[in-house]
Each structure stands twice: as structure tokens, then as C-alpha cells.
């Protein structure tokens, strides 16, 4: 049987594996409220992934600002892009959050009906 699993990496580079609710609040909280910063010292982001363990991954990465990309691959090793990046912004941190839990839910259907831009 197909395994499931979720993996949110913190702005500090720490992953967090099947992260509650509010540890993905926290992590945007510190992503929205400027306190992430990455290894070089420019903006942070955290990134919450999705997948399964014989193939699909999908990741959500949001920056400080609010940028959001979505992307879809085929395996855990990002082997093959499925779909061109997706990104938008988002100026709420609580949208951020909504994005998020569509994740948590393995709802791909709803974030690919997002308002993502044409790039």
C-alpha cells in the first residue's frame, strides 16, 4: 500500500515531519513576521511537502513577502517537473495558512484552481 507522508522544513532548516497545525502557523509566523532569514542572510522561507513514497511529490514553498510557488514533481528526488512552477502572492498570512492546509490535506485539485499567475 501507498504510504502518504508530509514534511514541512522550517525557516531555520529544520524539517518537522507530519507538522500539526500550529507548527505550520508558527512557521509562517516567522516567515510573515520577518524573523526567518536564510543561511546567507537574505529573506527566509519555509516549505511544506507532500508525497507519496512510490512517487508524486508536491511542494509549497512561501518567502517572506508572501511569495508563493507551487510544484508539482514526480518522485521525492524531483527527477521530473510535472508542471511548470506555480507562483502568486500572498499578502495574508492567514491565506498562506488556508494554502497550507489544502496541502496537509492532499487537496491538489483546489491549490491548482488557485488564482497563480501566468509567468
Same mark, same amino acid.
Given at each position: 500500500?501507498?504510504q502518504?507522508?508530509?514534511?514541512?522544513?522550517?525557516?531555520d532548516?529544520?524539517d518537522? &515531519?507530519?507538522? @500539526?497545525?500550529?507548527?505550520?502557523?508558527? #512557521? *509562517? $509566523?516567522?516567515?510573515?513576521?520577518?524573523?526567518? /532569514?536564510?543561511?546567507?542572510?537574505?529573506?527566509g522561507?519555509?516549505?511544506?511537502?507532500?508525497?507519496y513514497?512510490?512517487?508524486?511529490?508536491?511542494?509549497?514553498?512561501v518567502?517572506?513577502?508572501?511569495?508563493?510557488?507551487? &510544484?508539482?514533481? @514526480?518522485?521525492?528526488?524531483?527527477?521530473? #517537473? *510535472? $508542471?511548470?512552477?506555480r507562483?502568486?502572492?500572498? /499578502?495574508?498570512?492567514?491565506?498562506?495558512?488556508?494554502?497550507?492546509?489544502?496541502?496537509?490535506?492532499?487537496q491538489?485539485?483546489?491549490?491548482?484552481?488557485?488564482?497563480?499567475?501566468?509567468?
Amino acid at each position: 500500500m501507498t504510504q502518504a507522508w508530509l514534511v514541512l522544513t522550517r525557516p531555520d532548516g529544520r524539517d518537522v &515531519a507530519a507538522p @500539526s497545525e500550529a507548527q505550520l502557523a508558527a #512557521a *509562517l $509566523a516567522d516567515v510573515y513576521g520577518g524573523k526567518a /532569514a536564510s543561511n546567507d542572510g537574505g529573506p527566509g522561507s519555509a516549505v511544506l511537502r507532500f508525497g507519496y513514497d512510490d512517487g508524486l511529490m508536491y511542494e509549497m514553498e512561501v518567502s517572506s513577502g508572501g511569495a508563493v510557488r507551487f &510544484a508539482e514533481w @514526480s518522485d521525492r528526488d524531483c527527477e521530473i #517537473a *510535472l $508542471a511548470s512552477p506555480r507562483t502568486m502572492t500572498v /499578502a495574508a498570512q492567514a491565506d498562506a495558512l488556508q494554502l497550507w492546509r489544502l496541502m496537509a490535506q492532499r487537496q491538489v485539485a483546489k491549490i491548482r484552481n488557485q488564482p497563480w499567475r501566468d509567468d
